[in-house]
């Protein structure tokens, strides 16, 4: 069997790891290019950790004024309800898509949980926090040069669209492959639903992660202490 790497030379398939990791480093002319210094370096092929504390502002809760402990209180609850809904999506898949009594009341909890509680928090960011330190972080040149500079409110608020269309796109394709007639329909609607309600549970958890270890401990740096206790009024 033969293998092609990076650099379009074949490898016998039979060489060792050794010999093959050898002979990468002493002709592959990215990796020689690429010997610098000990000094850690992103790198596409090896991208960062997005949970990767390192990143993070590093701002205690406990030192975070009280708007902001409310917010980050009420990132615990739709946690929980991520953990649950995502549990009960797998529990889904492994089973064939067969909807069992706890399936669906768990599904049912996610859906009613997103519009009461994640949907409303959502607004509540965008309405008070993200006005004011949107408008700190362009005052002070923490924003992407260009015609149309953007912040990290920028991003949260896109992933805020994000999760909406993927909360919706699930529940929907849940509710129509119920009303289909034929199994193969049946299985690839349900299988969309799956990837949809996936895909919403990573972005809700590297939302929340972002907020709390970035955009939270940025606002309690950037705005002052009237700023934190009027962004809601």
């Not at 529990?91 to 509680?117: C, H, L, P, Q, R």
């Not at 972002?210 to 955009?215: A, F, N, Q, V, Y």
């Amino acid at each position: 069997m033969k293998i092609i790497n990076k650099i379009g030379k074949r490898i016998d398939g039979n060489q060792s790891d050794k010999a093959i990791k050898k002979e990468l480093k002493e002709e592959d002319p990215i990796i020689r290019n690429a010997e610098k210094d000990d000094a850690e370096e992103l790198s596409p092929m090896d991208p960062p950790d997005a949970y990767d504390e390192k990143q993070a502002i590093g701002v205690e809760y406990d030192d975070l004024h009280e708007n902001l402990k409310e917010l980050c209180d009420e990132h615990k609850g739709a946690i929980e309800k991520c953990d649950a809904f995502e549990k009960a999506l797998m529990d889904f898949k492994e089973g064939g898509f067969y909807i069992t009594k706890e399936i669906n009341d768990a599904f049912n909890e996610f859906f009613v949980a997103f519009d009461e509680s994640v949907i409303p928090h959502n607004k509540k960011e965008e309405k008070g926090l993200f006005l004011v330190l949107q408008k700190k972080l362009l005052e002070s040149g923490e924003h992407s040069t260009g015609d149309n500079p953007h912040t990290p409110v920028d991003l949260m608020e896109d992933d805020h669209v994000k999760m909406l269309q993927l909360a919706t796109l699930s529940f929907n394709f849940l509710g129509l492959a119920m009303r289909l007639k034929d199994n193969e329909d049946i299985a690839m609607t349900f299988d969309i639903a799956y990837n949809n309600g996936k895909e919403l549970v990573e972005l809700l958890r590297l939302h929340i992660y972002r907020e709390d270890h970035t955009i939270f401990p940025l606002a309690q740096e950037l705005l002052t202490k009237e700023e934190l206790s009027t962004f809601y009024d």
